[in-house]
């Protein structure tokens, strides 16, 4: 496995600048093509999937935007406007992301994440996106990828200015082509070429994680999205619910499991409470019905992102409600 750098801090934080020149440039092919039955791929740093073409509120224009405008959006929401994505969105996508194209209505496409588990759809988590946010540009098979492992990181100008241009998040895989410095060079899935700080992303062979299977690094890299707001179906570095904190992480490190708590408690391999070992999930429920996931971290803590309106953080395990735990190493 080729390495470039692993870095375990929260990368550029704050608002994205207004649109440039670049981003408009990155985006004004995506979805020019997309057709049911054929595969397709996330053209914006992150991609919510809605209930239905009509699911989205006017507060979340800037989610469906191209270049999707993240920070605006999760800024502009109020505490009740969380609450009420509950039963609208379900999932997200990141940029360069697989999708297969179910079904197209108007400007919306109806989409499954193959990497992304659910017993809602054998061929993936649906869910619907604008069809502005995606590509039907097949992307060249790369030697190597670079995968973001900092909670957030700027694709920036290939050329000596190095200016930012969009902000992407944790988990984001793209194709590798040099290293030039403390920047590495990536394609996007529209062909652009960017940079992006070498210190953000590990360079590895397609098919290998990012870091290293072990329930260490699992534990590690949950603790480096402390104080992330959570999100109804967040799954990126800009805000996460409690199975899309697990879910992303155990991607990174190669493993696909089930996107949503209650699949994911139904998978792997149980385990005793008394043999829990880090990195494994455990499971809460109420009424008999699996409703939060968290991730032990050893002596007696947890990683978890709680509820709307709290962040993710680590606290000592609690029994209440405890439904039992998996181990998926």
């Known amino acids: 496995m080729l390495v470039t750098a692993i870095c375990v801090l929260t990368a550029c934080a704050g608002s994205a600048p207004p649109a440039t020149v670049p981003q408009v440039a990155d985006a004004v092919a995506a979805g020019s093509a997309v057709a049911p039955g054929r595969p397709a791929w996330i053209a914006v740093s992150v991609a919510t999937l809605w209930r239905s073409p009509t699911s989205a509120r006017p507060v979340d224009r800037p989610a469906l935007a191209r270049p999707a405008r993240i920070r605006d959006w999760l800024s502009a929401m109020t505490l009740d406007q969380q609450l009420d994505l509950n039963g609208r969105a379900d999932t997200q996508a990141l ?64 050329d000596a200015a190095a200016r930012r241009v969009v902000e992407i998040s944790f988990g984001t895989t793209l194709p590798y082509l040099a290293t030039g410095g403390s920047l590495v060079r990536v394609r996007t899935p529209l062909g652009a070429v960017r940079r992006v700080r070498a210190s953000a992303v590990v360079v590895h062979e397609p098919g290998t994680p990012a ?56 998978h792997g391999r149980a385990v005793l409470f008394a043999h829990l070992r880090r990195g494994d999930l455990m499971f809460y429920a109420s009424n008999g019905m699996v409703h939060h996931v968290t991730m032990y971290a050893g002596r007696h803590q947890m990683v978890q992102a709680p509820h709307t309106g709290a962040s993710v953080e680590t606290v000592p395990v609690t029994l209440a409600g405890y439904a039992g735990a998996r181990h998926y190493l």
């Not at 988590?125 to 909670?151: C, D, F, I, S």
């Not at 992303?248 to 949503?260: C, E, K, N, Q």
């Open 211 to 266: 870091l290293p299977r072990t329930g260490r690094s699992l534990v590690r890299a949950a603790k480096t999205f402390t104080g992330l707001p959570y999100l109804w179906a967040g799954v990126s570095g800009f805000g996460v619910d409690c199975s899309g904190l697990t879910w992303l992480d155990y991607h990174v490190h190669g493993m696909v499991i089930p996107r949503d708590a209650a699949p994911q408690a139904a």
């Open 95 to 158: 940029l360069g992301e697989r999708v297969l194209v179910l079904r197209v209505r108007d400007h919306w496409a109806k989409v499954a994440v193959p990497d992304q588990p659910s017993p809602m759809n054998r061929r993936g988590y649906p869910g619907w996106v604008p069809v502005r946010q995606l590509t039907e540009r097949r992307p060249a098979t790369p030697r190597h990828v670079a995968t973001v492992t900092a909670r957030t990181a700027w694709l920036r100008t290939d």
